[in-house]
């Protein structure tokens, strides 16, 4: 009889939880490298959430320069989630959309930053310049062709940008002429994709270009699928400690019914689990114990953070990627 | 560019190969330098036209993104439309215009022959987030500019849809039809026994891939062919609904593809109205029975309407055919004579496109347009019909009959030939004869020069242009 009656309400459980088991859609609208990443760790959350609710998760990702996507979300893209390059874009997503709270950053860990990467060089093995790109300032050699997406549509580029000015300014002391330098670096500059990813194509499958700079994820991948004999990763004596953020766009998950879900989302990824899938996937993860894992995979350079050499993120971009900003005054008249 | 790119390409290739040759056959006189120089300059020259291309692919694609948002201007048979990059939002401006002309053969009949400009509309459809439909006709043609269809339709699924505003009454096929496309210049009498537009709300869509249409719609309620106000004048309301079946409409190559056949109808109660405006008119459009009589007389009580209806289209043939029963109570205002009517009515008509063409319920597309220059003349289509109508006998009893005998008939019986040239998509002339002879019993004279003193002959003409 207490074998019957057991019988019964684990049937009474398993068919309240079928009954009750949703499939859920969210959309991740991410900037360009972090396909392959966000690949992996959609189909760990999903069977974590499944294990956890019963639910069924489905992620669908989106992605493109950073602040091009952060345009589509203010134009109307329905996002649950988005996991950009630059917390700026976010920023402008609450800021001219309404769409989250200005203190989003607030609302994870390390200031909604669950992984970290640089910007790298990446080297073309049969280019003349081979051997002779060691650092920042290699970089205007007469006749080198440098290859970066363009600072306005790109956080990558923004990122690569800064790195460059901020190495400008300590080798050669002031603002002025670290404008001067970076303004040298994108005279060698011959194509401006509009992302990251598209630059990966331009340099590595269209063959354009002596240097790539790179995030170092992209230098990874970029190595590990074409080989080692074809390019080689060259670290510069400094750069910057490149912050990628998420956040839940608050307004679209509450009219979706997705809030709790895409919370969780973006929580995991500060999980065992997703950290790992994060290291795995070249960039720099957070935790303790992925940071020790994978501490051989990434080399040592030394990194400055935005705030530190820029006052912020905010400060940065009206600085130099506002219109008529130092990219502008660069660009225009180059 | 990609093109022109890759034969500049290949032009380079073969310039380093000769280049190439050249420098090998030369390589014991040049020195190790030159090799190398011309080496490099190969290596700027192949970068500078990859850079090209990489350029004009960016530019390419940034040209398809942009295209994909830009918003869209397009002019065509269809109209001028305006829409989004994404199609989800749009606006199109239509237009219709018939300049007709009727011939009576007899001269004592109360129309007179007239240049008439039929129809003359603006119409202007489109949607907002792809479902949210919604269409404004204003005619011109009136003596004032009015609003024939206005509404709203919110598309949830093609299954389902909800439609408000004023249009056609789901009911008459004919009426049903669109005013251009029809085989006669003028609709049957069989239309004139259904209702016409309407204000208020229905619920309809397509089921089992086109197979089924189906509408139900609740509306403020017209006589037979009237069309509705824009409020009503009774509390009581009429429901109309209709199921249109087309079961091999996806078997394109079966001699059934082009089959439809259902049922329209409606019900309701128009108390208190005093319109009184129903009107069976002839091919020519005069009238030949309104209930005329002494005191006014109302619908005043139940009213229903059934019509089976079906047609058929098979290549350059088609044929259409229904039937109407319309019942309603009237009454003179004072109330000593008030009667339940049941009048029908049916028609057939049959059309062959001449020129070879498909026929079809929403018209015939020429596969040329008139053009002395080229010798081609477009579509030409005959087409015939058949239509007879009967009134109760009661409109015409008691001691203040609702219709008066001497001008009023009990029936009508017509047919009519004519011939349609479809110049273009748009354009369209057509000449109708019609022929109508009235049933006016025995000894009842009919008044000099009411319209059934004598059979009606008459000969309509008509320059349309649809777009």
């Given at each position: 009889?207490?074998?019957?009656?057991?019988?019964?309400?684990?049937?009474?459980?398993?068919?309240?939880?079928?009954?009750?088991?949703?499939?859920?859609?969210?959309?991740?609208?991410?900037?360009?490298?972090?396909?392959?990443?966000?690949?992996?760790?959609?189909?760990?959350?999903?069977?974590?959430?499944?294990?956890?609710?019963?639910?069924?998760?489905?992620?669908?990702?989106?992605?493109?320069?950073?602040?091009?996507?952060?345009?589509?979300?203010?134009?109307?893209?329905?996002?649950?989630?988005?996991?950009?390059?630059?917390?700026?874009?976010?920023?402008?997503?609450?800021?001219?959309?309404?769409?989250?709270?200005?203190?989003?950053?607030?609302?994870?860990?390390?200031?909604?930053?669950?992984?970290?990467?640089?910007?790298?060089?990446?080297?073309?093995?049969?280019?003349?310049?081979?051997?002779?790109?060691?650092?920042?300032?290699?970089?205007?050699?007469?006749?080198?062709?440098?290859?970066?997406?363009?600072?306005?549509?790109?956080?990558?580029?923004?990122?690569?940008?800064?790195?460059?000015?901020?190495?400008?300014?300590?080798?050669?002391?002031?603002?002025?002429?670290?404008?001067?330098?970076?303004?040298?670096?994108?005279?060698?500059?011959?194509?401006?994709?509009?992302?990251?990813?598209?630059?990966?194509?331009?340099?590595?499958?269209?063959?354009?270009?002596?240097?790539?700079?790179?995030?170092?994820?992209?230098?990874?991948?970029?190595?590990?699928?074409?080989?080692?004999?074809?390019?080689?990763?060259?670290?510069?004596?400094?750069?910057?400690?490149?912050?990628?953020?998420?956040?839940?766009?608050?307004?679209?998950?509450?009219?979706?019914?997705?809030?709790?879900?895409?919370?969780?989302?973006?929580?995991?990824?500060?999980?065992?689990?997703?950290?790992?899938?994060?290291?795995?996937?070249?960039?720099?993860?957070?935790?303790?114990?992925?940071?020790?894992?994978?501490?051989?995979?990434?080399?040592?350079?030394?990194?400055?953070?935005?705030?530190?050499?820029?006052?912020?993120?905010?400060?940065?971009?009206?600085?130099?990627?506002?219109?008529?900003?130092?990219?502008?005054?660069?660009?225009?008249?180059? | 560019?990609?093109?022109?790119?890759?034969?500049?390409?290949?032009?380079?290739?073969?310039?380093?190969?000769?280049?190439?040759?050249?420098?090998?056959?030369?390589?014991?006189?040049?020195?190790?330098?030159?090799?190398?120089?011309?080496?490099?300059?190969?290596?700027?020259?192949?970068?500078?036209?990859?850079?090209?291309?990489?350029?004009?692919?960016?530019?390419?694609?940034?040209?398809?993104?942009?295209?994909?948002?830009?918003?869209?201007?397009?002019?065509?048979?269809?109209?001028?439309?305006?829409?989004?990059?994404?199609?989800?939002?749009?606006?199109?401006?239509?237009?219709?215009?018939?300049?007709?002309?009727?011939?009576?053969?007899?001269?004592?009949?109360?129309?007179?022959?007239?240049?008439?400009?039929r129809r003359a509309r603006l119409i202007l459809e489109g949607a907002f987030n792809k479902n949210f439909e919604y269409l404004i006709t204003p005619e011109f043609a009136g003596t004032t500019p009015s609003i024939v269809d206005a509404f709203v339709n919110v598309k949830i699924r093609p299954e389902f849809q909800i439609r408000a505003g004023r249009f056609r009454e789901p009911v008459g096929l004919e009426q049903l039809q669109s005013d251009a496309v029809a085989f006669f210049n003028e609709r049957s009498v069989v239309s004139s026994y259904l209702p016409n537009r309407d204000v208020g709300i229905q619920i309809h869509g397509d089921l089992f891939t086109n197979r089924l249409n189906y509408a139900v719609g609740y509306f403020n309620g017209v006589e037979d062919g009237q069309n509705g106000a824009n409020s009503d004048n009774s509390n009581e309301k009429d429901f109309a609904a209709r199921l249109f079946a087309t079961p091999f409409i996806n078997n394109k190559d079966s001699a059934l593809a082009g089959l439809g056949f259902g049922v329209g109808a409606s019900a309701g109660s128009q108390n208190g109205s005093s319109n009184g405006t129903l009107a069976y008119r002839t091919d020519g459009q005069q009238t030949w029975f309104s209930y005329n009589g002494a005191g006014t007389p109302i619908p005043y009580g139940n009213n229903y309407r059934i019509s089976p209806q079906a047609y058929y289209y098979y290549g350059p043939f088609g044929l259409l055919a229904e039937y109407a029963v319309t019942s309603a109570e009237?009454?003179?205002?004072?109330?000593?004579?008030?009667?339940?009517?049941?009048?029908?009515?049916?028609?057939?008509?049959?059309?062959?496109?001449?020129?070879?063409?498909?026929?079809?319920?929403?018209?015939?597309?020429?596969?040329?347009?008139?053009?002395?220059?080229?010798?081609?003349?477009?579509?030409?289509?005959?087409?015939?019909?058949?239509?007879?109508?009967?009134?109760?006998?009661?409109?015409?009893?008691?001691?203040?009959?609702?219709?008066?005998?001497?001008?009023?008939?009990?029936?009508?019986?017509?047919?009519?030939?004519?011939?349609?040239?479809?110049?273009?998509?748009?354009?369209?002339?057509?000449?109708?004869?019609?022929?109508?002879?009235?049933?006016?019993?025995?000894?009842?004279?009919?008044?000099?020069?009411?319209?059934?003193?004598?059979?009606?002959?008459?000969?309509?003409?008509?320059?349309?242009?649809?777009?």
């Amino acid at each position: 009889m207490k074998f019957k009656s057991l019988l019964t309400s684990l049937l009474a459980v398993v068919a309240v939880t079928a009954a009750t088991a949703k499939d859920i859609e969210l959309l991740n609208v991410s900037y360009d490298p972090t396909r392959e990443l966000y690949v992996e760790y959609n189909a760990a959350f999903s069977a974590y959430w499944k294990g956890k609710t019963g639910d069924t998760v489905t992620v669908k990702q989106s992605h493109g320069g950073s602040g091009k996507q952060a345009r589509s979300v203010i134009d109307g893209l329905k996002a649950d989630v988005v996991t950009l390059a630059l917390a700026n874009d976010v920023s402008a997503i609450s800021k001219n959309a309404g769409l989250l709270p200005a203190n989003w950053q607030e609302r994870l860990p390390l200031g909604s930053a669950p992984y970290t990467s640089t910007i790298v060089f990446l080297v073309r093995k049969s280019s003349p310049f081979y051997g002779k790109i060691k650092d920042w300032n290699d970089l205007t050699q007469s006749g080198l062709a440098v290859i970066t997406p363009n600072p306005k549509t790109s956080g990558g580029a923004q990122w690569n940008y800064l790195a460059a000015w901020e190495f400008g300014r300590r080798k050669y002391g002031s603002d002025e002429k670290a404008q001067e330098f970076v303004k040298s670096i994108y005279k060698n500059v011959p194509v401006l994709d509009s992302g990251a990813r598209g630059s990966t194509t331009t340099f590595v499958q269209r063959g354009i270009g002596d240097v790539f700079l790179s995030w170092e994820n992209e230098a990874f991948l970029a190595v590990k699928e074409f080989g080692a004999d074809k390019f080689e990763i060259v670290v510069p004596s400094l750069s910057i400690l490149a912050q990628p953020t998420v956040a839940v766009v608050d307004k679209v998950a509450k009219r979706k019914g997705t809030e709790a879900v895409a919370k969780a989302y973006l929580e995991y990824l500060y999980s065992d689990e997703a950290q790992d899938i994060i290291g795995k996937n070249y960039y720099r993860p957070t935790s303790a114990a992925a940071k020790a894992k994978y501490a051989a995979s990434f080399p040592k350079v030394e990194l400055f953070t935005i705030d530190d050499a820029f006052g912020g993120w905010t400060k940065a971009a009206a600085t130099h990627f506002a219109d008529g900003g130092t990219f502008d005054q660069i660009y225009l008249k180059k | 560019m990609r093109t022109l790119t890759t034969a500049v390409r290949t032009a380079l290739a073969t310039t380093i190969t000769a280049v190439g040759l050249t420098a090998s056959l030369s390589a014991q006189t040049a020195s190790a330098s030159d090799i190398e120089a011309l080496r490099e300059q190969i290596r700027l020259l192949d970068q500078k036209l990859r850079v090209l291309e990489r350029n004009t692919e960016l530019k390419d694609e940034t040209a398809t993104a942009a295209a994909k948002t830009a918003g869209k201007v397009a002019f065509t048979d269809k109209g001028l439309t305006f829409s989004s990059g994404d199609g989800a939002n749009s606006l199109r401006v239509r237009g219709l215009v018939q300049a007709d002309s009727r011939w009576f053969a007899n001269d004592h009949v109360a129309a007179n022959d007239t240049f008439i400009l039929r129809r003359a509309r603006l119409i202007l459809e489109g949607a907002f987030n792809k479902n949210f439909e919604y269409l404004i006709t204003p005619e011109f043609a009136g003596t004032t500019p009015s609003i024939v269809d206005a509404f709203v339709n919110v598309k949830i699924r093609p299954e389902f849809q909800i439609r408000a505003g004023r249009f056609r009454e789901p009911v008459g096929l004919e009426q049903l039809q669109s005013d251009a496309v029809a085989f006669f210049n003028e609709r049957s009498v069989v239309s004139s026994y259904l209702p016409n537009r309407d204000v208020g709300i229905q619920i309809h869509g397509d089921l089992f891939t086109n197979r089924l249409n189906y509408a139900v719609g609740y509306f403020n309620g017209v006589e037979d062919g009237q069309n509705g106000a824009n409020s009503d004048n009774s509390n009581e309301k009429d429901f109309a609904a209709r199921l249109f079946a087309t079961p091999f409409i996806n078997n394109k190559d079966s001699a059934l593809a082009g089959l439809g056949f259902g049922v329209g109808a409606s019900a309701g109660s128009q108390n208190g109205s005093s319109n009184g405006t129903l009107a069976y008119r002839t091919d020519g459009q005069q009238t030949w029975f309104s209930y005329n009589g002494a005191g006014t007389p109302i619908p005043y009580g139940n009213n229903y309407r059934i019509s089976p209806q079906a047609y058929y289209y098979y290549g350059p043939f088609g044929l259409l055919a229904e039937y109407a029963v319309t019942s309603a109570e009237w009454r003179n205002t004072n109330g000593t004579n008030r009667r339940n009517l049941q009048n029908t009515a049916y028609q057939i008509a049959a059309g062959y496109v001449l020129t070879g063409e498909d026929a079809g319920y929403k018209g015939v597309t020429p596969r040329t347009n008139f053009d002395l220059d080229n010798g081609t003349w477009g579509a030409f289509e005959v087409v015939a019909r058949f239509s007879q109508a009967d009134v109760d006998s009661g409109a015409f009893t008691g001691a203040t009959p609702l219709a008066v005998r001497t001008s009023r008939a009990s029936g009508a019986t017509g047919y009519g030939l004519g011939l349609n040239w479809y110049l273009s998509k748009t354009v369209r002339a057509g000449v109708d004869y019609f022929h109508t002879s009235f049933d006016v019993p025995a000894g009842v004279n009919p008044a000099i020069n009411s319209p059934i003193d004598g059979d009606e002959n008459v000969f309509i003409t008509r320059l349309q242009i649809a777009f």
